[in-house]
Nanobody, 126 residues
């Protein structure tokens, strides 16, 4: 079992920055690939970024490449999403997710993630 708690969301002007954190409980965090997803009102949840269990591999959706950076600190059981040059279209609830331990690398598919946080709101004003 892995419990995930996101933090760091808020209101920011376009062009600004935020850093989201996802604190994980459970001894299997260090062996699980992690991902960030987001869901805007009236839209389906979409993939944002993912990172392998050891941080050696990352992937991003095209719209955030060059602006967002995913990272993790296994000693702190935490994964981060650094977001810069934010745009109004980045406004959404951001969710942290974990794959099962030893279940594979990065993935953009929601169904491959076994654990989800409650989400943190990010609002970017124009």
């Amino acid at each position: 079992q892995v419990d995930l708690v996101e933090s760091g969301g808020g209101l920011v002007q376009a062009g600004g920055s935020l850093r989201l954190s996802c604190a994980a409980s459970g001894r299997t965090f260090g062996s699980a690939a992690m991902g960030w997803f987001r869901q805007a009102p009236g839209k389906e949840r979409e993939f944002v970024a993912a990172i392998s269990w050891n941080g050696g591999s990352t992937s991003y959706t095209d719209s955030v490449k060059g602006r967002f950076t995913i990272s993790r600190d296994n000693a702190k059981n935490t994964v981060y999403l650094q977001m810069v040059s934010l745009k109004p279209e980045d406004t959404a609830v951001y969710y942290c997710a974990a794959r099962g331990p030893f279940s594979g690398g990065t993935s953009s598919h929601t169904f491959q993630y076994a654990y989800w946080g409650q989400g943190t709101q990010v609002t970017v004003s124009s």
